[in-house]
């Protein structure tokens, strides 16, 4: 019987963990599985918090990190995986920035940890635990990553643009309107 590898363990063990948590804060905004909103109550949401359109965004946050976090998990496509975390998670260290880092005043702290280690896990691999290491690492090979962190930071910085370029334009138009009448429309 072969030796168990200390490092292969270590990052099974951070892959279940971390898309462990990915997919169960991804089936929250998809599904409404345990107390989320589900896509309805995640587009209003999204919506409010300034990304448009909110359906779209609730669609493509929860895919990130329930779909990212699944296949972190079972080390399928893992550089694709960490990456769709890691930028999904970088919409989410948008809407806490204002807070601060720490999480106790309702920062960034957390989504900025999963996405950090969700990058980690796809630049490192999987390791031999994992579907990767069993197809030879069909879907785990260097162009891979680069593609993935390369779209996924593409995408991200887009979404976050607009976001906050809608943010803004909505803080200029409530600026703009005689007091008392924000927000009546």
Known sequence: MACLNR???GLLALRLGTGGVLFAHGAQKLFGWF????????AKGMEAMGFHPGGQSALAAGLGEAGGGLLLALGVATPAAGAAAAGAMAGA??????AGFFNTAGGYEYPAYLGF????LGLAGPGRYSFD????????RPAMVLLAFAGSAAAAASVV????AAI?????????EPEGTAGSA
Not at 35 to 42: D, P, R, Y
Not at 93 to 98: M, S
Not at 169 to 176: F, K, Q, T, V, Y
């Open 7 to 9: 490092k292969d363990l």
């Open 35 to 42: 107390g989320g909103g589900g896509i309805e109550g995640t």
């Open 93 to 98: 260290v948008a809407v806490h920035r204002p």
């Open 117 to 120: 280690v969700a990058a980690g």
């Open 133 to 140: 290491h069993l197809t030879r690492h069909r879907l785990d």
């Open 161 to 164: 643009s607009r976001r906050e």
């Open 168 to 176: 803004a334009a909505r803080a200029e138009a409530d600026a703009d």
